[in-house]
């Protein structure tokens, strides 16, 4: 199972993927700058595709998108969903 964890004495309070030493913001990072989930995976066998999932999800969570209301909008949050488990089922099917 995947879980986010902060922690103040690991990699100084980052949230990171299952207690290991991994920060989601490397995932995030990767991911922002082009790296496929494919390539993050091969790059760090480690990881499993639902800990870029769960990174994902994480910072759409703790960064909502302000609605016009001023109200926290789960937009973000729904379409990296969408667009991950996307992602992923075209993974799965290659």
């Known amino acids: 199972m995947t879980e986010e964890s902060n922690r103040p004495k690991i990699m100084t309070g980052q949230a990171c993927i299952r207690g290991m030493r991994v920060p989601v913001s490397l995932v995030l990072n990767l ?3 082009g ?22 999800q994480y910072a759409a969570l703790t960064h909502p998108y302000p609605s016009e209301e001023g109200k926290a909008s789960r937009f973000c949050g729904d379409l990296g969903k969408l667009l991950l488990s996307e992602t992923i089922s075209n993974t799965a099917l290659s």
């Open 31 to 33: 991911t922002a700058n």
């Open 35 to 56: 790296q496929t989930p494919e390539a993050i995976l091969e790059d760090y066998p480690y990881l499993e595709p639902e800990d870029i999932q769960q990174s994902l």
